[in-house]
């Protein structure tokens, strides 16, 4: 697979309604856990009619390729009925990633403490940029991984180091992570990386597995952390033609959460 020797490390840090002493509403923190659980499993619903939807357009693809010499009236039908199918699986791509964004952002403040903090880390890293009216955190420079590698370079130790750091201390500590990886839509083909990776959504869990690893080196607990994998289904810019790729869809993504959700 044709990566570079980098991912993007994009942190996007999920608001929590706050009172006015930095503290987390118990009844609001209660009904977002709800909200989550029962907005997962809508997810997990689709991405089942999702993958469903999707087999059934490739089987009408091989039925379709088998009509080539048959009538002109059944390939256009079955063309069709694969434009249809491939039409539901866009629109419950869309509906799914949009779900996904909603899962994970609440659109309210984060508590003060923490806000201050990573203004703070933020300045102090050239790298690191932090918007305190979104609360959204983001690593500039890359997240270094070797072509076809789960393997984090130097490159990015120190930084996500300071960030447990951040996490560790007590202004978070009602706050857990979600590591999502992601890449873009070109295929593994070299024997060796296809022997560790099989398919790209196992490159990217192995990559958000590695930052996961680096985290709990750094004293973050296993308990506080959920580990998700797209492979190249949620891009945030379109690929090349011809599984070319988009470097900017080589990435893991970090979402701070409420602590159970």
Not at 105 to 128: C, I, T
Not at 210 to 230: C, E, H, W, Y
């Amino acid at each position: 697979m044709r990566i570079k020797r980098f991912s993007y490390l994009l942190v996007v840090l999920m608001p929590v309604m706050i009172l006015t002493n930095g503290c987390i509403s118990q009844q609001k923190y209660d009904q977002m856990k709800s909200q989550n659980r029962i907005q997962q499993q809508r997810i997990t619903t689709l991405e089942s009619d999702l993958d469903a939807t999707r087999v059934k357009a490739e089987q009408m693809q091989k039925q379709l390729e088998s009509l080539q010499g048959l009538n002109n009236t059944d390939i256009e039908a079955k063309d069709k009925e694969i434009s249809a199918l491939e039409e539901d699986i866009a629109k419950k791509k869309e509906l799914i990633a949009r779900m996904r964004d909603q899962l994970l952002s609440s659109g309210v403040k984060l508590p003060v403490e923490l806000s201050v903090m990573l203004q703070e880390f933020a300045k102090d890293n050239d790298m690191v940029t932090f918007d305190a009216d979104s609360g959204v955190l983001k690593f500039k420079s890359d997240l270094l991984f070797d072509k076809g590698s789960d393997t984090i370079g130097s490159g990015a130790i120190e930084p996500v180091t300071s960030f447990c750091s951040i996490m560790n201390s007590k202004e978070a500590e009602k706050f857990d992570i979600v590591i999502a990886g992601h890449t873009d839509d070109v295929p593994i083909k070299k024997p060796a990386t296809k022997a560790k990776h099989p398919t790209n959504w196992h490159l990217s869990v192995h990559r958000a597995i590695a930052v996961l690893d680096l985290m709990t080196k750094n004293q973050i607990s296993p308990q506080r952390v959920n580990i998700r994998g797209f492979g190249e289904y949620r891009p945030v810019e379109s690929n090349e033609p011809n599984q070319k790729g988009n470097p900017a869809n080589r990435r893991v993504e970090i979402f701070v959460v409420p602590s159970g959700t």
